[in-house]
């Protein structure tokens, strides 16, 4: 069978994207730590992380500052994947905020396989390489081999763990560094 569905569309995000954005990130993080990797969040900690992570106006406001750069992917209207990259904020003792940061890479369940996170990462990588004066960072949850081995075709290698708070609960997190 051949595949007739058009590609997606990557683009900068808008603050006219909040509300989407905030589904599919909610809906992502659901599906990809606690539905795929089973990870037991307890409710009190998971859905105030939750709101608070993937809150509206939040990313409205988060999308409009120039400091940071926000990408998705979209096809007919529907966002089907989003990065978000800016100033590091990654607890590493050589990390310095004029050093770039990926932030987030979140690929719909239904979208994977499609490239969309290679594509998207790429041009996160791009933005990066010109808003640094170091090297790149990306924390990336330490159960995650899939995602540390496409970050590893990218040049980056361990550099330091830390924990990541969802709400009380402490995610194991490995800190990744390329250059």
Do not use: C
Not at 91 to 113: D, N, T
Not at 114 to 140: E, K, S, Y
């Amino acid at each position: 069978m051949i595949d007739t569905a058009p590609q997606a569309v990557i683009r900068h995000a808008r603050p006219a994207d909040a509300e989407q954005l905030a589904e599919l990130g909610r809906r992502t993080f659901l599906d990809t730590f606690v539905e795929g990797f089973g990870i037991p969040y307890p409710s009190e900690d998971l859905e105030p992380f939750l709101a608070s992570s993937f809150d509206p106006a939040v990313l409205a406001r988060r999308i409009a500052d120039p400091a940071e750069a926000w990408w998705v992917a979209e096809r007919d209207g529907a966002l089907l994947a989003f990065a978000n990259a800016g100033p590091n904020t990654l607890p590493h003792p050589e990390g310095r905020p004029s050093h770039a940061e990926l932030r987030r890479l979140y690929v719909a369940r239904e979208a994977q396989g499609q490239r969309l996170g290679t594509r998207l990462l790429d041009i996160a990588l791009a933005w990066m390489d010109d808003h640094t004066d170091g090297p790149l960072w990306i924390g990336v949850w330490s159960g995650n081999a899939k995602a540390q081995k496409l970050y590893a075709a990218h040049g980056f290698a361990k550099a330091g763990e830390y924990q990541y708070p969802v709400g009380r609960w402490l995610d194991d997190e490995f800190i990744l560094r390329r250059g």
